[in-house]
């Protein structure tokens, strides 16, 4: 699924995020692939879930 950034908090790298398909979405510093330090609002995202979970995140090329 793919998403785009609508907030983030890089103090503790949480935030928010709407998949293509309208649904919003909240996330926590432990979803976020490794390399990822900070995200902007309006980036586009990979978004891997576990149901109604997302369980990674990872930048969008």
């Given at each position: 699924?793919?998403?785009?950034?609508?907030s983030?908090?890089?103090?503790?790298?949480?935030?928010?995020?709407?998949?293509?398909?309208?649904?919003?979405m909240?996330f926590?510093?432990?979803?976020?692939?490794?390399?990822?330090?900070?995200?902007?609002?309006?980036?586009r995202v990979?978004?891997?879930?576990d149901g109604?979970?997302?369980?990674?995140?990872?930048?969008?090329?």
């Amino acid at each position: 699924m793919q998403g785009t950034v609508s907030s983030f908090d890089p103090a503790d790298r949480s935030g928010k995020l709407l998949t293509d398909e309208g649904m919003p979405m909240e996330f926590g510093a432990a979803t976020l692939a490794e390399h990822i330090r900070h995200l902007r609002v309006g980036q586009r995202v990979f978004v891997e879930t576990d149901g109604d979970t997302i369980t990674g995140i990872k930048i969008w090329n």
